[in-house]
């Protein structure tokens, strides 16, 4: 079993910046840890990829935060980050926290509100 612990959701006014924390009760750098990424779900909608890193580095973005969004990892506090910049009210959404340990494991989720 893997714990995922997100933090750092809010509301924002639009044009501002969040940063997204993820805490993995396991190292998101062992062999069996092959992903770590965020996904999102808004209201009435089916949740969506946002940003992705695999193992190795490789990263993903949607392209609606391409330019927007970063990800990034600490493999030492196994932790994986997502800074979030001009935000837009389309962004508000709960962000999920999912790692590829072999299995899907997910976070709880934050909820994020951008006011326009």
């Known amino acids: 079993q893997v714990q995922l612990v997100e933090s750092g959701g809010g509301l924002v006014q639009a044009g501002g910046s969040l940063r997204l924390s993820c805490a993995a009760s396991r190292s998101i750098y062992s062999m069996n840890a092959n992903a770590m990424g965020w996904y999102r779900q808004a209201p009435g909608k089916q949740r969506e990829m946002v940003a992705t890193i695999t193992r190795a580095g490789t990263i993903k973005y949607a392209d609606s935060v391409k330019g927007r969004f970063t990800i990034s990892r600490d493999n030492v506090k196994n932790t994986v980050y997502l800074q979030m910049n001009s935000l837009k009210p389309e962004d508000t959404a709960v962000y999920y926290c999912?790692?590829?340990?072999?299995?899907?494991?997910w976070g709880q989720g934050t909820q994020v509100t951008v006011s326009s």
């Open positions: 999912n790692g590829r340990f072999g299995d899907d494991y």
